[in-house]
Each structure stands twice: as C-alpha cells, then as structure tokens.
C-alpha cells in the first residue's frame, strides 16, 4: 500500500505545475494585450483623440444685458450704454495669422502702422514660447 502512494503524489505536482503554467500563460497574454491596447490608443491614436479633446471643449460669450438709460431731473444722462466692440484671436487656432490680420485691416480700420505692431507682437509672444 505504501508503493502506491509516491506514484500519485508525482501526478498531483505535474498536474499542479502543469495549471500554474497555464494560469501563467493566460496572464501573461491578457497583460500583453492590455499592454497592445494602451499603446494603440497612447501612439497610434493620438491625433484622433487630440482634436475630439479640443473639440469639446465650452466657448463662453459674454452679452451683458440691455438697460435703458438712466436720466437725472433736468434730463442729463447718468448712465448710458456705449457699444463696445472686442475681437478676440487664438493663435493657436489660426492657420495664417498675418494673412487674417491682413484681411481684418479694412474692417478694424487699421494702418499700417498698427497692423505692423500687432504682427511683431504677435511674433515676439511666439518666440517667447518656444
């Protein structure tokens, strides 16, 4: 009875290591594909998800309300509106910034040589980022 008893413990432990092998295998290949995963979408994908990122993004515009004006006892006027007009340029978002500067000139009523100071402006803050 006892010369039967080592035989079965040699075929537990081969089929113990042959599991762990397996387990091992199946672990071994769902980190290797999580891996492949995160690098398609880190490398591969990037510009794709990049412009989804900066298309989602809020635009915030500001209208301030419309009131009347506001007129002491004789009539004299204590406060009013005033039309006040901004344009607001991204940088980043323009393709040819003088080429758009060029083209606002006749709208802004701008000569040159304001058109020349918002244009080394521009270039000066540029290369400050770099």
Known sequence: ???????????KLSTIN???FI???AKAVIFFGILGRLFSLQINE??????LSDKNRLRES??????GEFLD???KVIAGNLEVYQLHVVPEQVEDFRYLII??????NLDDEKLTKIIKKKIIKSRGKL
């Open 62 to 67: 500001r209208l301030p309300p419309v009131r």
């Open 73 to 75: 006892y004789f009539g």
């Open 103 to 108: 083209r606002l000139k006749d709208i802004l």
């Open 23 to 25: 387990f091992g295998a």
């Open 46 to 51: 990037n510009k794709k998800y990049l412009t």
């Open 1 to 11: 009875m006892i010369s039967g008893g080592g035989d079965f413990g040699f075929k």
């Open 18 to 20: 042959r599991r762990m």
